[in-house]
């Protein structure tokens, strides 16, 4: 089974508008860390956001927040009013903490943003 | 200056060539990562280490091979390479529960 679903290929938003980007996983550690990470065309690896299994508030940077819900296994991304360079692939990563602790990363999602 | 580098940042190789991919870091961390990553398929980890003397293969470590000479350095070699290893590679480095910080990678082309 895939540890990182990302379920959406591709997204289209309009500029200053939310988009919200979709990631669940799948765990039976009790300790592990969600990221999400940006990738521009560019092609860089841009870290945006954590979220510790046992943090109590969801985490937030900026205009990204993330949308944790524990029971549901489920990490969204929420960009608030979007900006063209937005425009990127976005991908949800795991880290589970028991062992040894690799980054397992979802298969992407791209994002769009229109004017 | 760039916190993680990897040289080349382009490479054409043929079939059956020896190629090194190198990776240096100013982090301080201890661990480091190679991944390669390919369109639709997300980021794969190919080897990773955890200190100068751990070694640890990846989900993907068939045909590839790492050397870890000191805390800041960490190559990446392919002995033979084939087509198929034709895709963008990355080095990562992080501590223990930190977030993983990445170069900028190499684009590897096998013809």
């Keep these: 089974a895939q540890k990182i679903t990302q379920t959406q290929p591709g997204m289209f938003v309009q500029e200053k508008e939310a988009v919200t980007l979709d990631c669940t996983y799948d765990t039976s550690d009790p300790s592990y860390g969600l990221f999400w990470y940006k990738q521009p065309s560019s092609g860089e690896m841009i870290f945006l956001i954590y979220q510790g299994s046992y943090d109590q508030q969801n985490a937030t940077e900026g205009r990204y927040s993330l949308n944790f819900q524990k029971a549901r296994k489920s990490a969204n991304l929420v960009i608030s009013a979007s900006q063209l360079g937005d425009s990127a692939m976005y991908f949800c990563?795991?880290?589970?903490n028991s062992g040894y602790s690799t980054l397992t990363f979802g298969k992407g999602t791209m994002l769009l943003v229109s004017p | 200056?760039?916190?993680?580098?990897?040289?080349?940042?382009n490479r054409i190789t043929k079939t059956g060539k020896?190629?090194?991919?190198?990776?240096?870091?100013?982090?301080?961390?201890?661990?480091?990562?190679?991944?390669?990553q390919d369109p639709g398929l997300g980021l794969r980890l190919i080897y990773y280490s955890f200190d100068v003397k751990d070694i640890n293969k990846g989900e993907i470590?068939?045909?590839?091979?790492?050397?870890?000479?000191?805390?800041?350095?960490?190559?990446?070699?392919?002995?033979?390479?084939?087509?198929?290893?034709?895709?963008?590679?990355?080095?990562?480095t992080s501590s223990?529960?930190?977030?993983?910080?990445?170069?900028?990678?190499t684009r590897l082309t096998v013809t």
């Design chain 1, 93 to 96: 990563a795991m880290r589970e």
């Design chain 2, 1 to 9: 200056d760039a916190d993680v580098t990897q040289t080349p940042r």
């Design chain 2, 18 to 36: 020896r190629i090194m991919l190198e990776c240096s870091q100013t982090k301080g961390h201890d661990r480091m990562y190679w991944y390669r």
């Design chain 2, 61 to 92: 470590s068939d045909g590839y091979s790492v050397s870890r000479q000191a805390q800041a350095k960490f190559s990446l070699s392919l002995e033979s390479a084939i087509p198929n290893q034709t895709a963008l590679y990355f080095c990562a």
């Design chain 2, 96 to 105: 223990t529960y930190g977030e993983q910080y990445f170069g900028p990678g």
